[in-house]
Nanobody, 122 residues
């Protein structure tokens, strides 16, 4: 089970930190990441992390502004979002899969999903 929190409304230039608490068979979560879906748009990968070796991948749209991290002891995934822009407005989803990550553009059918948390930037 994946449960996101930390979304909200913020002004452009502000920051938010999303949290994803994982439970259940977390040993299989070798790749975890964040996707987002804006109204009228397809869901897209934002940031990914290989949980055992720590390699990270970012969308060009967020590189340098967002940071993904994982606390393996707490089974918790984070997304620190800085310098937020109105175009970052979306529902953000935590996701996990057993296969390792190698990009943000991964088949979404291979992931398990959280329920999402809304981020609104005005």
């Amino acid at each position: 089970q994946l449960v996101e929190s930390g979304g909200g409304s913020v002004q452009a230039g502000g920051s938010l930190k999303l949290t994803c608490a994982a439970s259940g068979d977390t040993l299989r979560h070798n790749c975890m990441g964040w996707f987002r879906q804006a109204p009228g748009k397809e869901r897209e990968g934002v940031a990914m992390i290989n949980t055992q070796i720590g390699t990270t991948y970012y969308s060009d749209l967020v590189k340098g502004r967002f940071t993904i991290s994982k606390d393996n002891a707490k089974n918790t995934l984070y997304l620190q979002m800085n310098s937020l822009k109105p175009e970052d407005t979306a529902m953000y989803y935590c996701a996990a899969r057993s296969r390792e990550c190698f990009d943000v553009r991964l088949s979404q059918f291979t992931f398990s999903w959280g329920q999402g948390t809304q981020v609104t930037v005005s």
